[in-house]
């Protein structure tokens, strides 16, 4: 038996509120955070890829699985929500943070948040959120015909179908189990409405563009070049605003690269282990320095 880490009640093993795997001898710990209506379970390849190295904690967004869900929600009451989790478990070293989509915004957070206790950073299929999020669900929008509301309508309804779009055709095409299996999978897992809607309503609130420059950790941003819902030019921004983040393009690739690239855990786990990943983008003007020019030109 064990108490809950948010709510302080006995519960049995394991935690609900994570997943813990140690290896006898690890080389260091990856937090792994996963997005809206997701849980621990969509980063079960991460233990079968590099649970021999490293100490790998599956996080468990509140409101799955049990786990307490504080009303208002948002990234940054999520990423709370990570850190005690990990001061719970004794964590005491920096650690390794990955986020896929909205939990890569807790990601973000946690790093603004306790900078000295992260290594490195991977950001997966994720952005600044807005503005960025709302020129991405207006394109989505022109793409599919639907706005997202009704999108998430259609994924109450018949999950199978609509959640296709999500992913790259290849990967539903050639892997229909697969695909399956994590339908099923995401179902026996899906919270309630009341966290669903949460979830939603926190991915859509989020904005780290006024701050996210000053995220000086090694970062590598990882997305797939077909993701409908954050399209990669979202998710180069983020790369081109993180002083140090890297950028790593995949061809074909959805929203869920964890899943459909055979190479993705290995490349986090290069990269994680001080390996150059992916490329560095060239870094957009700052404010200051574009008003600098104006009055130059201006003035000329």
């Known amino acids: 038996m064990t108490d809950h880490p948010i709510t302080g009640y006995t519960l049995p093993m394991p935690n609900p509120a994570y997943i813990d795997h140690q290896p006898k001898e690890s080389v260091g710990t990856l937090v792994c955070l996963p997005g809206v209506n997701s849980g621990a379970y969509i980063f079960k390849d991460a233990v079968a890829q590099l649970g021999k190295a490293w100490r790998i904690i599956r996080i468990n967004v509140p409101g799955v699985d049990g786990v307490a869900l504080e009303?208002?929600?948002?990234?940054?009451?999520?990423?709370?929500?990570?850190?005690?989790?990990?001061?719970?478990?004794?964590?005491?070293?920096?650690?390794?943070?990955?986020?896929?989509?909205?939990?890569?915004?807790?990601?973000?957070?946690?790093v603004r948040m306790q900078p000295e206790r992260v290594k490195r950073l991977v950001l997966v299929s994720t952005s600044r959120g807005q503005p960025d999020m709302t020129a991405d669900l207006t394109a989505m929008q022109t793409v599919i015909g639907k706005t997202f509301w009704q999108l998430a309508q259609d994924w109450e309804m018949n999950a199978e179908n609509a959640m296709k779009m999500l992913f790259g055709k290849h990967f539903v095409r050639t892997r229909p189990d697969a695909y399956r299996a994590f339908i099923k999978e995401r179902e026996s897992h899906l919270p309630s409405a009341t966290a669903r809607l949460a979830h939603l309503s926190a991915g859509g609130s989020?904005?780290?563009?006024?701050?996210?420059?000053?995220?000086?950790?090694?970062?590598?941003?990882?997305h797939g070049t077909d993701d409908v819902l954050v399209r990669a030019q979202s998710g180069r921004k983020l790369a081109q605003n993180l002083p140090n983040g890297r950028?790593?393009?995949?061809?074909?690739?959805?929203?869920?690269?964890?899943?459909?690239?055979?190479?993705?855990?290995?490349?986090?786990?290069?990269?994680?282990?001080g390996v150059p990943m992916g490329m560095q983008l060239e870094k957009p003007e700052s404010a200051w320095l574009r008003r600098f020019k104006d009055f130059l030109f201006g003035h000329g």
């Open 206 to 222: 989020f904005s780290s563009a006024g701050w996210v420059r000053k995220i000086e950790n090694p970062a590598l941003v990882i």
């Open 71 to 110: 009303l208002p929600f948002s990234a940054k009451s999520y990423a709370r929500h990570v850190w005690h989790v990990l001061d719970q478990l004794g964590v005491k070293e920096p650690v390794m943070l990955l986020g896929h989509s909205m939990g890569g915004f807790a990601v973000q957070e946690m």
């Open 247 to 273: 950028w790593l393009e995949l061809y074909g690739v959805g929203h869920f690269p964890l899943l459909e690239n055979e190479q993705f855990w290995q490349r986090v786990g290069e990269f994680i282990s």
